[in-house]
């Protein structure tokens, strides 16, 4: 990794993008940790409840899946088998090779076909959607297939992605990908340099009117797809909209949002980092085998009808 300025230290910590992982695997609060990762970013959980898939942000390590029965990890994506089908992202998009795979925010989908679908936000060599299957053999462990892929368009860098039933998704843009450490400066000085992207299959992208944020991070969308939910990262803002955008329904302050999911009770998690920016900027990236010890806030809350009803916070701290 080249040196990074302190101001590209500051975009890459609203990334979550991690150094070195922790060299104490010890509880703290009660929390255990999973130790070996490097740069675990963003997670889902299989239907049957047993694994999780997630994503780490390092170069060819792409997407992994833990077994919640003994904590064990093995990849996913790469390897993996690569069949690109109609239908899944963009006609004639070329599968990555093992050295273009470095994902990001991912998202996944039970398509109306049945089939499990994650998408997968990549900065490895080139900015793209990734589109891969999940296969769920009824004896053995679950694999993914790479199906396709989007480009993203010039100068967009995405964060975060959720599927829509259409077939296209949402994308959450942080700031120019052509001018990184000036886009965190200018949204720690309050300019709003993200904003919400739509891939439509049959129209391409589209800007969703009306989303521009102070560096835009996680995005969610409810259920029956009438709205969806983006963090305003340096806004310290959680918004929500109708699905075309426009003026936002509600705004919730919670201290630098991450990466939201729903639960099982149809409530939204929101994941922030609840600790001083210079904090912040001092544990990512650190030094090999340093701890990186950080306060961070789940934020859980229902949704009715166009308002946030009530949260609840629960602070605690992490290594």
């Given at each position: 990794?080249?040196?990074?300025?302190?101001?590209?230290?500051?975009?890459?910590?609203?990334?979550?993008?991690?150094?070195?992982?922790?060299?104490?695997?010890?509880?703290?609060?009660?929390?255990?940790?999973?130790?070996?990762?490097?740069?675990?970013?963003?997670?889902?959980?299989?239907?049957?409840?047993?694994?999780?898939?997630?994503?780490?942000?390092?170069?060819?390590?792409?997407?992994?899946?833990?077994?919640?029965?003994?904590?064990?990890?093995?990849?996913?994506?790469?390897?993996?088998?690569?069949?690109?089908?109609?239908?899944?992202?963009?006609?004639?998009?070329?599968?990555?090779?093992?050295?273009?795979?470095?994902?990001?925010?991912?998202?996944?989908?039970?398509?109306?076909?049945?089939?499990?679908?994650?998408?997968?936000?990549?900065?490895?060599?080139?900015?793209?959607?990734?589109?891969?299957?999940?296969?769920?053999?009824?004896?053995?462990?679950?694999?993914?297939?790479?199906?396709?892929?989007?480009?993203?368009?010039?100068?967009?860098?995405?964060?975060?992605?959720?599927?829509?039933?259409?077939?296209?998704?949402?994308?959450?843009?942080?700031?120019?990908?052509?001018?990184?450490?000036?886009?965190?400066?200018?949204?720690?000085?309050?300019?709003?340099?993200?904003?919400?992207?739509?891939?439509?299959?049959?129209?391409?992208?589209?800007?969703?009117?009306?989303?521009?944020?102070?560096?835009?991070?996680?995005?969610?969308?409810?259920?029956?797809?009438?709205?969806?939910?983006?963090?305003?990262?340096?806004?310290?803002?959680?918004?929500?909209?109708?699905?075309?955008?426009?003026?936002?329904?509600?705004?919730?302050?919670?201290?630098?949002?991450?990466?939201?999911?729903?639960?099982?009770?149809?409530?939204?998690?929101?994941?922030?980092?609840?600790?001083?920016?210079?904090?912040?900027?001092?544990?990512?990236?650190?030094?090999?085998?340093?701890?990186?010890?950080?306060?961070?806030?789940?934020?859980?809350?229902?949704?009715?009808?166009?308002?946030?009803?009530?949260?609840?916070?629960h602070d605690t701290a992490a290594t």
């Amino acid at each position: 990794m080249k040196p990074l300025s302190l101001a590209l230290a500051l975009s890459l910590a609203a990334l979550a993008w991690a150094g070195a992982p922790a060299v104490s695997c010890d509880p703290v609060d009660g929390i255990d940790s999973i130790c070996g990762l490097v740069a675990p970013e963003d997670i889902e959980v299989l239907p049957d409840g047993r694994f999780l898939v997630f994503s780490q942000m390092h170069e060819g390590l792409g997407l992994s899946l833990l077994d919640t029965r003994d904590d064990s990890v093995r990849p996913l994506f790469p390897p993996g088998a690569s069949q690109a089908e109609p239908g899944w992202g963009e006609a004639d998009c070329p599968a990555p090779t093992a050295s273009e795979v470095l994902l990001h925010g991912i998202h996944l989908l039970r398509r109306s076909d049945g089939r499990l679908q994650v998408l997968a936000v990549n900065h490895g060599g080139r900015e793209s959607v990734e589109f891969l299957e999940i296969l769920e053999p009824l004896d053995g462990l679950p694999v993914a297939v790479w199906r396709g892929c989007v480009i993203t368009p010039e100068p967009l860098f995405f964060n975060d992605v959720v599927a829509l039933s259409d077939g296209g998704f949402l994308a959450s843009h942080m700031f120019s990908r052509n001018a990184q450490a000036w886009g965190a400066i200018r949204a720690l000085a309050g300019a709003e340099t993200g904003r919400v992207h739509r891939w439509r299959p049959a129209s391409g992208f589209e800007e969703v009117p009306g989303t521009g944020v102070r560096m835009a991070n996680g995005i969610a969308v409810a259920p029956d797809e009438r709205y969806f939910y983006l963090n305003a990262y340096l806004g310290s803002e959680v918004r929500k909209y109708p699905l075309d955008g426009g003026q936002p329904l509600a705004i919730l302050k919670i201290p630098r949002p991450d990466n939201s999911a729903w639960d099982s009770r149809g409530r939204l998690l929101v994941a922030s980092h609840d600790d001083r920016l210079r904090a912040i900027i001092h544990g990512l990236p650190g030094s090999e085998g340093a701890p990186v010890d950080l306060r961070f806030r789940i934020s859980v809350g229902f949704i009715i009808n166009a308002i946030f009803n009530a949260f609840d916070h629960h602070d605690t701290a992490a290594t």
